[in-house]
């Protein structure tokens, strides 16, 4: 079986498997070197999911879980276009993202945060990119929202994104972040991450992709893969 080439992380942009700052990465992280696995064909024939049926409303956070009425907070809608590491675009690519409420809250049991639910927003999406590469989801601007990590330690608004390009080795997991947010410079994930690769996680408000009387715009691109790829949320 032929080796698969690709090129590896890159440690000017990704972040370390240890940042003790962040602290779940102190007992996540591995203790010994790691032993690199021979890549393989698998990595290029495994399964993908460029091929599903998307429901009509599942790029639309704002109408997919609707029970009476609008969900509260500031409507956004996020581009975006996938690439490889050679610029080329990535079409048919799936992203699902995941993200808390306008107050700063995820439908889910762990989450206990102190701010209420939206009972008609529960946060998942997931939509494919175009023959172009070119993505959009509709959703509401996250709140930020407090984690144990440190005292008083709060999360920067942020877009949680799984993104699974043309195979299984290139799947990216990962977090978009909103321009001139405060909390940015005291946040240990997004510190984490070497200065290098920083910018590539903060979306860029684009008034050109804002939609006139309902929602503001965000870009975000992504780069999967090589020198240029888009940051690892951890690894
Ligand atoms: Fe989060």
């Not at 602290?23 to 696995?37: D, F, G, Y």
Request: a negative charge.
């Amino acid at each position: 079986m032929s080796e698969i080439i690709y090129n590896g992380f890159d440690p000017l942009v990704q972040p370390p498997a240890l940042y003790p700052e962040y602290k779940s990465t102190v007992l996540r992280a591995p203790s010994k070197p790691l032993v690199l696995l021979k890549k393989s064909l698998a990595e290029l024939s495994g399964p993908v999911f460029g091929d599903i049926n998307l429901g009509p409303l599942d790029n639309d956070l704002t109408k997919n879980s609707i029970r009476n009425g609008e969900p509260i907070g500031e409507r956004i809608v996020v581009h975006g276009t996938v690439k490889d590491e050679w610029g080329r675009p990535i079409p048919h690519a799936l992203i699902e993202v995941w993200q808390a409420n306008a107050c700063g809250r995820y439908v889910h049991k762990v989450d206990q945060h102190d701010a209420p639910l939206d009972p008609n927003f529960l946060g998942t999406g997931r939509c494919l990119t175009d023959a172009e590469g070119n993505y959009r989801f509709y959703t509401i601007k996250p709140g930020a929202y407090p984690w144990g990590n440190h005292h008083n330690a709060w999360r920067p608004n942020h877009i949680h994104f799984s993104v699974f390009g043309a195979n299984i080795g290139s799947r990216l997991v990962t977090q978009m972040y909103f321009p001139g947010d405060p909390l940015l410079q005291y946040d240990p994930i997004f510190l984490g991450v070497p200065p290098a690769g920083r910018e590539l996680l903060i979306s860029q408000f684009d008034l050109s992709l804002t939609e006139p009387n309902f929602a503001l715009g965000y870009r975000f691109d992504i780069v999967l893969r090589g020198s240029g790829a888009t940051p690892f949320e951890n690894r």
